[in-house]
């Protein structure tokens, strides 16, 4: 119901091809939120602050994808 009224964020958007690659959803949210963050204008001690938390977390991995397969499916993906 939430989605449906409000959509998701970029971060979700940019979620969906790592979660592909079989990253558990909320990781995949965590490891590309500071390049939302950024790209959304917040400020840089936001997310250095975010980096901080993913980091003492241990939230992250390297992810071997195709990055232009991956960046067709976020900007044809209309859920955002
Ligand atoms: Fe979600």
Same mark, same amino acid.
């Given at each position: =119901? ?8 970029? /971060? @979700? /958007? ?6 592909? $690659?079989?990253?558990? @959803?909320? $990781?995949?949210? /965590? =490891? ?5 963050? &950024? ?9 250095? &602050?975010?980096?901080?938390?993913? #980091?003492?977390?241990?939230?992250? #991995? *390297? ?6 397969? =991956?960046?067709?499916?976020? =900007? *044809?993906?209309?859920?955002?």
């Amino acid at each position: =119901m939430a989605f449906g009224n409000s959509g998701t964020t970029l /971060a @979700h /958007a940019l979620s969906y091809p790592l979660s592909n $690659e079989g990253i558990p @959803h909320g $990781e995949a949210v /965590a =490891m590309v939120l500071p390049y939302a963050l &950024e790209f959304n204008g917040f400020d840089a001690e936001v997310i250095k &602050e975010v980096k901080g938390i993913l #980091r003492d977390l241990k939230l992250g #991995r *390297e992810v071997k994808g195709d990055i232009e397969e =991956m960046a067709r499916i976020v =900007m *044809e993906d209309k859920k955002i």
